[in-house]
């Protein structure tokens, strides 16, 4: 995977409403499409999910994750111990930051956020492949 170079140009700021998404997610929407404001393909998650690998902050709490892509809308899940520590609760606006990463630990968030979405009814054909360089290789 390429790095990310020019950090400070991806970032993107935005404010946005903490909602409950599917399945009783709590998500903010994002009001921008990553592929086309960063010219990145999605990464392959889990299944047949896919999303921008992301490390950001809300309300100032840094946090890991991804953006996800489902319905023709783009989200980020907030989970508890983020919502706890950056003091919100349902129909409270967020100050968010957000940038790609190609960290590992984001990655990994990533991979186990994604698992509690619902999958589309086929993959993206162009999502990357994560590296998985933390697998054993078979030789």
């Given at each position: 995977?390429?790095?990310?170079?020019?950090?400070?140009?991806?970032k993107?700021?935005?404010?946005?409403?903490?909602?409950?998404?599917?399945?009783?997610?709590?998500?903010?929407?994002?009001?921008?499409?990553?592929?086309?404001?960063?010219?990145l393909?999605?990464?392959?998650?889990?299944?047949?999910r896919?999303?921008?690998?992301v490390?950001?902050?809300?309300?100032?709490i840094?946090f890991?994750?991804?953006?996800?892509?489902r319905w023709?809308?783009?989200?980020?899940?907030?989970?508890?111990?983020?919502?706890?520590?950056?003091?919100?609760?349902?129909?409270?606006?967020?100050?968010?930051?957000?940038?790609?990463?190609?960290?590992a630990?984001?990655?990994?968030?990533?991979?186990?956020?994604?698992?509690?979405?619902?999958?589309?009814?086929?993959?993206?054909?162009?999502?990357?492949?994560?590296q998985e360089?933390?697998?054993?290789?078979?030789h």
């Amino acid at each position: 995977m390429k790095l990310m170079k020019h950090v400070e140009a991806n970032k993107v700021r935005f404010e946005a409403e903490l909602i409950q998404g599917h399945k009783g997610v709590t998500v903010v929407l994002v009001p921008f499409d990553p592929e086309e404001k960063w010219s990145l393909k999605p990464m392959r998650l889990v299944g047949r999910r896919h999303g921008w690998v992301v490390a950001g902050s809300a309300n100032g709490i840094a946090f890991d994750g991804y953006i996800g892509e489902r319905w023709n809308r783009f989200f980020i899940i907030i989970e508890k111990n983020l919502r706890e520590a950056a003091k919100v609760s349902l129909g409270d606006t967020l100050k968010m930051m957000v940038q790609p990463t190609s960290s590992a630990g984001a990655l990994a968030k990533a991979l186990e956020q994604s698992k509690v979405t619902t999958q589309p009814k086929t993959p993206r054909s162009d999502a990357i492949q994560p590296q998985e360089s933390s697998r054993p290789q078979s030789h």
